[in-house]
């Protein structure tokens, strides 16, 4: 697993506040019990001070999967 995809995945598990769920690049939002489109936002927030980036709201809009976001996060 990549240091980005941990990073994420810790920032995902305390937002969503469940440490067990599992994430990999292949999940989505559905995937992931308590990502709705308001924790979304707060996955964002998270993100962008763990990573120390900015992110648009039209790339935010168009993250689609974890993976996505690596990518996206790794490109700041």
Same mark, same amino acid.
């Given at each position: 697993?990549? /240091?980005?995809?941990?990073?994420?995945?810790?920032?995902?598990?305390?937002? /969503?506040?469940?440490?067990?769920?599992? &994430?990999?690049?292949?999940?989505?939002?559905?995937?992931?019990?308590?990502?709705?489109?308001?924790?979304? &936002?707060? &996955?964002?927030?998270?993100?962008?001070?763990?990573?120390?980036?900015?992110?648009?709201?039209?790339?935010?809009?168009?993250? /689609?999967?974890?993976g996505d976001?690596?990518?996206? &996060?790794?490109?700041?």
């Amino acid at each position: 697993m990549s /240091t980005t995809l941990e990073r994420l995945t810790e920032v995902i598990q305390k937002m /969503t506040r469940n440490s067990s769920v599992e &994430i990999s690049e292949a999940t989505v939002a559905a995937d992931v019990p308590g990502w709705d489109s308001l924790t979304h &936002i707060y &996955i964002i927030a998270e993100s962008e001070k763990e990573f120390g980036i900015r992110l648009s709201a039209q790339e935010a809009h168009n993250v /689609t999967s974890v993976g996505d976001f690596c990518v996206l &996060i790794e490109s700041k």
